[in-house]
Structures are given as structure tokens and as C-alpha cells.
């Protein structure tokens, strides 16, 4: 059984349903891409799968590590190993990065950190993801540009290290620099610590610095094609409406 396994997923907001049937399953070690037009449910995969409230599962399940976590809490779910970068993160003011990270450090363990075994953690974070020492110290996403915000959450990642990370449209709004930092940091942990992910994204710019094993396209609620790298440069050649009118002839 996959590490991640995600069952006939059926999910709707305020009556509405938006994701119709989503199967996909993915391992530790695997890089998975997810692509598809705005409003396809991307984004509602993604927070469905960290628990998000207003997200209603009518049908289907959400197994991870064996466990069915369909019906667990957020902080369960990140508990168990799994982490979500958003696609719109949100500030808060007043704590620091390093202390934002200590407490996420802390709520996937019984007894809290270490202040050496935490700087030792920190330290490693910061030299893998090619980060400056000083940015750690100031307050989490409070003025940050786009880029600060992604790399803020790629040094969470680093720091938690999550058996499967959700990267939801990460490489949005980063400059040519940051996508690479970014996208090397992921390539790293991926590397490193058998990091398994799911990205999310328009282009295939962050897909150069990462390659996807698996390319997964979502129309309308449901993946409609499945395949590898090839999948990404066609889409970039024909855009969405050939899959669409091959999709809709099958239907
Ligand atoms: N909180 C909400 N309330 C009402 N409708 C919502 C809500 N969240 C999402 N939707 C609707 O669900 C559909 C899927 O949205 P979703 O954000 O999952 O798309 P997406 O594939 O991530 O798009 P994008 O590429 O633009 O990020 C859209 O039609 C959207 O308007
Ligand atoms: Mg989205």
C-alpha cells in the first residue's frame, strides 16, 4: 500500500460539489506533479487533504501510512507526517520563524525540543535550503515578499521533515533565483530524507529543478490523464482544450 493512497475522493463547499472522484496514490521517494486549468480543484485537493473545515468528504477515503485520516484533525494529519504548503500563507505577527518552527517541531512530539538538538536542526535547515542565518529571526510571513513567504515554508518543511509534502502552486510569484532555491531545497530533502510530494503547479519552470515520476492532469474535478514528463511539455505545446475535447469524447 502506498504511503498515501487517496480513494475515490469525492468533495463539496456549500452544496457545491467540486471534486467528483479523485484517485491517486503516492509514495515515499516519489515526486508526483498535478496540473490542470483554474478552478479544476486543485487547491480543494490539497486542503481537503490537510483537513480543512469547510471542505465536506461526501464519498471515498484518505489513507496515510496505513491509517484512514479521512476524518482526522489538521494537526493529526501533520502529526502523522504529512505537510501542506499553502498556496496563500498567512502572517503571524509577533513570532519569529525559528520560534514558529520550534513550536511545529514541538507539536509532532510528546516532550518539547531541545534548545541545542533545535539550533543543531535549524542550522542544518538553513545551510541545505542556502538560506541567510537572520532571516529566522523575523516575525513569520509579517511583511514578507512572495519569495520570503515560499522560502519560510520550504525551511518549515526542511525543519519538520514530512514523509509526504502537498506543494500547492509554491513557484507562483517567485523570481528566477528564489524558483531555483526553492525548488533545489525540495530536490534536497527529496534526496536526503526519501521526501515523497505532491506539487502543484501551472508550469513546468519548477519541474526543470524537480522531476516529476508521475504528471497527473485535473479537469473539472476528477484526473482525466495520467502519465510522465512527457505529459508536462505537451501541455505547454497544446494547452488544456485537446485533452478536454479528448476527455469529453470519452465521457
Ligand atoms: N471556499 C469556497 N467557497 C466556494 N467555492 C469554492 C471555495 N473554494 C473553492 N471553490 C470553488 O471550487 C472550484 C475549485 O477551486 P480550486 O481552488 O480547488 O481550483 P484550483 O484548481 O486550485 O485553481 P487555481 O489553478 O486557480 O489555483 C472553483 O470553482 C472555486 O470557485
Ligand atoms: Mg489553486
Redesign the pocket.
Known sequence: MAELEIRDLHVR??E?E?LKGVDLSIDRGEIHALM?????????LANTLLGHP?YEITQGAIIFAGQDITEAEPHERAKAGLFLAF?YPVSIPGVSIANFLRMAINAKREEPIGVKEFRGLLERAVELLDVDRSFTSRPLNDGFSGGEKKRAEILQMAMLAPDIAILD?TDSGLDIDALRTVAEGVAKLHASQGLGALIIT?YQRILHYIKPQFVHI?LDGRIVLRGGEELVERLEREGYDQIRQEHSAVV
Open positions: 463547499i456549500e457545491l467540486i490542470g486549468p483554474n478552478g479544476s480543484g486543485k487547491s480543494t469547510n498556496q502552486e501551472h485535473m
